[in-house]
């Protein structure tokens, strides 16, 4: 039995494509019967030609992923795209490392356990990179018997 005519019709009625169009293959009979829009139209609203669902692409995979990812697995070398300073500009970086170490040597001054000068020449070593974080400039002062603690 050809239903093309009917499938086209009912294709521009639910707005998809001939392809999502679903025909009952028990009512096959009245389909074919229907010659004009007005009789696919009631088919439809019968419930005997149906737009089938789109297909789509699951997402699952890529959840899962993603939720590994966020769990700090699957960032190894082979995953990277882009270099390190893509990834994390190096300003950024320089920026996460400098403030908690000014932060500390502010405190510091503040409670009085450095004087101003001593804050001046550490601040000027911290601007130029030698301190790693702040971890290394407190066990620096600590060598140097600047902080007693």
């Not at 403030?99 to 001054?109: A, Q």
Request: charged residues 35%; positive net charge.
């Amino acid at each position: 039995m050809n239903l093309k005519n009917q499938r086209r019709m009912a294709s521009e009625l639910l707005k998809c494509g001939v392809n999502r169009v679903w025909v009952d293959p028990n009512r096959s009979e009245d389909v074919s019967d229907a010659i004009t829009r007005a009789d696919v139209r009631m088919l439809i609203n019968s419930g005997t030609i149906v737009a089938r669902q789109k297909k789509g692409v699951s997402r699952g995979r890529a959840e899962f992923e993603k939720a590994q990812k966020r769990k700090g697995r699957q960032t190894g070398h082979g995953s990277r795209r882009g270099r390190k300073g893509a990834r994390k500009p190096s300003k950024e970086r320089w920026m996460q490392a400098i403030r908690p170490i000014r932060r500390k040597l502010k405190e510091l001054r503040d409670t009085g356990k450095i004087d101003p000068s001593t804050y001046r020449i550490y601040y000027l070593k911290a601007k130029g990179g030698v301190f790693k974080n702040k971890s290394h400039l407190v066990s620096h002062l600590k060598s140097e018997d600047i902080l007693k603690e």
